[in-house]
């Protein structure tokens, strides 16, 4: 799995909203995670997660 | 004309590849490096507008519809909105600017239509936003909204209305006005840039810009407007009439340089986008044209088209 994160995102289109707006987004790609061998789901979904939070963080730092 | 265009931007080509040569090896040099990007650029915007004339009044409306677009893109993502303003957002990309810059629909001097943003927007706009009754900035925030569509495509849109000026003794000629407009202008920014790297020392607005300098301001507008009394044989104008009108789109696209750098600094940015290497977004390119295309639209609707 590719942790992808879209800066702007909420902006182009907050929950709720179902037209999204044609605005300018950075879009950052991460390093593919994989399950490993003897991981459960929740720990597997929480290390996604933390991922993703590090790639937004990372991009916020570099503007 | 095109050939000439073609001949300054070799020439200029010719001048960065010597400049690279002399200074190869040596410490990296970002004035360098952005002038070969610049100059990549032109050959790429040129080309496109070549492109757009060569298929005469059709090409000329999807250029400058896209270009309106791509400058909406860039004013909104600078603009602090809200989610309540999401819907109005909306409305602003999907109905505004397709009513204002596709053909057959809204024109400019054919009676109400060309007042459709200034009033109807303005006023429409407002009262969608109001709705999602999130009133935090209201104020500001619906002012944004409007003043990114001023900018974006109501001044911009009268570039391809000049198509639709009925001049006596000029008809069919039309595209060579906004070949004016866009040479003359474009030329004033590049020349403000060239002569202020040369001999550019007292910066003009350094709270806006600190690459501005009253020896570049000077030196291209004057260079500028001498170029458009020059070309005064592709217009309905005279010599002098030409010169006079060069200098009046070469002042509004100074002021179009300096108002936009003020909103750029206060979002704390150096540029609009990055679509335009070397040059930066849509509207870093085209904020003297913005500003110059309505005053010469009218000026010249005025006094010269019946």
């Given at each position: 799995m590719v942790p992808v994160w879209i800066e702007n995102l909420n902006r182009v289109m907050p929950k709720g909203e179902f037209v999204p707006l044609p605005l300018l987004c950075t879009v950052t790609l991460g390093c593919p995670i994989r399950l490993a061998a003897d991981e459960t789901k929740t720990a597997f979904l929480d290390r996604s997660r933390r991922a993703l939070v590090a790639l937004g963080r990372r991009g916020q730092t570099k503007r | 004309m095109f050939l000439g265009v073609a001949a300054v931007l070799a020439t200029a080509s010719i001048v960065s590849f010597v400049l690279n040569r002399r200074f190869a090896g040596e410490v990296p040099n970002p004035t360098l490096d952005n002038l070969n990007s610049r100059i990549k650029a032109w050959w790429w915007m040129v080309a496109l507008i070549g492109l757009a004339f060569a298929f005469g009044r059709a090409g000329v409306i999807v250029l400058f519809a896209l270009a309106s677009l791509a400058a909406l893109r860039e004013f909104i993502t600078l603009a602090p909105t809200r989610r309540g303003d999401h819907m109005a957002l909306a409305v602003a990309f999907f109905v505004v600017l397709p009513l204002r810059v596709l053909p057959g629909v809204d024109r400019l001097g054919t009676g109400c239509c060309s007042v459709f943003i200034p009033v109807y927007g303005f006023l429409l706009l407002a009262a969608i936003a109001a709705m999602?009754?999130?009133?935090?900035h209201f104020m500001e925030r619906v002012a944004e909204t409007q003043w990114g569509l001023m900018i974006s495509v109501f001044a911009l849109s009268h570039v391809p209305a000049l198509l639709d000026l009925k001049i006596p003794g000029y008809e069919g000629r039309n595209l060579l006005l906004i070949a004016f407009l866009v040479l003359v202008v474009q030329s004033s920014d590049v020349l403000q840039y060239v002569w202020g790297k040369l001999l550019g020392k007292r910066p003009i607005a350094p709270q806006l810009s600190p690459s501005k300098t009253v020896e570049g301001f000077v030196g291209g507008v004057a260079s500028a407007t001498l170029l458009g009394a020059l070309l005064w044989w592709i217009t309905p104008f005279t010599l002098w009439q030409a010169g006079a009108i060069a200098l009046l789109i070469n002042l509004m696209g100074f002021f179009g340089g300096l108002v936009m750098s003020a909103i750029k600094r206060d979002r704390g940015v150096k540029d609009w986008g990055w679509l335009i290497e070397g040059h930066g977004g849509v509207i870093d390119r085209l904020d003297s044209v913005i500003f110059a295309a309505p005053v010469f639209f009218h000026v010249t609707r005025y006094f010269w088209a019946v």
């Open positions: - | 999602r009754q999130d009133t935090k």
